[in-house]
T-cell receptor, first 113, second 111 residues
Framework: AQTVTQSQPEMSVQEAETVTLSCTYDTSESDYYLFWYKQPPSRQMILVIRQEAYKQQNATENRFSVNFQKAAKSFSLKISDSQLGDAAMYFCAHSGSARQLTFGSGTQLTVLP | EPEVTQTPSHQVTQMGQEVILRCVPISNHLYFYWYRQILGQKVEFLVSFYNNEISEKSEIFDDQFSVERPDGSNFTLKIRSTKLEDSAMYFC?????????FGSGTQLSVL
């Protein structure tokens, strides 16, 4: 069974600074996807970024980028130039051959003005 | 941009009552899911649906739960006899090529 671990329940960052959220996972599969979802106070689940395991290149979406270390089973999210609107709960998730998502417990990000 | 639509946004029910949560997935998606999130906890997988049948289900998805695709667009989750511990946010999601897009959720409160 897949597991996803987020060891940082809470993080804070100063506006305009950079923050990195950590995630590790465990899987026996070689082909899978990894995701970061953002959940603001509205509780909607918003896709931030996705990484295919077969791709060596780290995914990037504007101010969001990942550091994917397949051998270490690590998948961290870097947010550059943090904005007040980035404040939310961030969930790391894994999807394998069964397609459903396994989520971590989340990291609550606070952005300080 | 295509989106997953869920109704209602809030549902209040009495313990023991049946509820049906409704979802309209993105039209060209083939895989449909239900997840739930108890307040303050992680998002948990309930069930996945493909080709008009359940493809995977979790331990949470017991005989009290059922899913249905009654027509070409709707996807429903029925809870037969609600319990207090069923109070949660229920998310529908759909996917085509591995990326699940979530609806905005139905907050279910069981009194």
């Amino acid at each position: 069974a897949q597991t996803v671990t987020q060891s940082q329940p809470e993080m804070s960052v100063q506006e305009a600074e950079t923050v990195t959220l950590s995630c590790t996972y465990d899987t026996s599969e070689s082909d899978y996807y990894l995701f970061w979802y953002k959940q603001p106070p509205s509780r909607q689940m918003i896709l931030v970024i996705r990484q295919e395991a077969y791709k060596q290149q780290n995914a990037t979406e504007n101010r969001f980028s990942v550091n994917f270390q397949k051998a270490a089973k690590s998948f961290s999210l870097k947010i550059s130039d943090s904005q007040l609107g980035d404040a939310a709960m961030y969930f790391c998730a894994h999807s394998g051959s069964a397609r459903q998502l396994t989520f971590g417990s989340g990291t609550q990000l606070t952005v300080l003005p | 941009e295509p989106e997953v639509t869920q109704t209602p946004s809030h549902q209040v029910t009495q313990m023991g009552q049946e509820v049906i949560l409704r979802c309209v997935p993105i039209s060209n998606h083939l895989y449909f899911y239900w997840y739930r999130q108890i307040l303050g906890q992680k998002v948990e997988f309930l069930v996945s649906f493909y080709n008009n049948e359940i493809s995977e289900k979790s331990e949470i998805f017991d005989d009290q739960f059922s899913v249905e695709r009654p027509d070409g667009s709707n996807f429903t989750l029925k809870i037969r006899s609600t319990k207090l511990e069923d109070s949660a946010m229920y998310f529908c999601a759909s996917s085509e090529l591995g990326t699940a897009i979530f609806g905005s959720g139905t907050q279910l409160s069981v009194l």
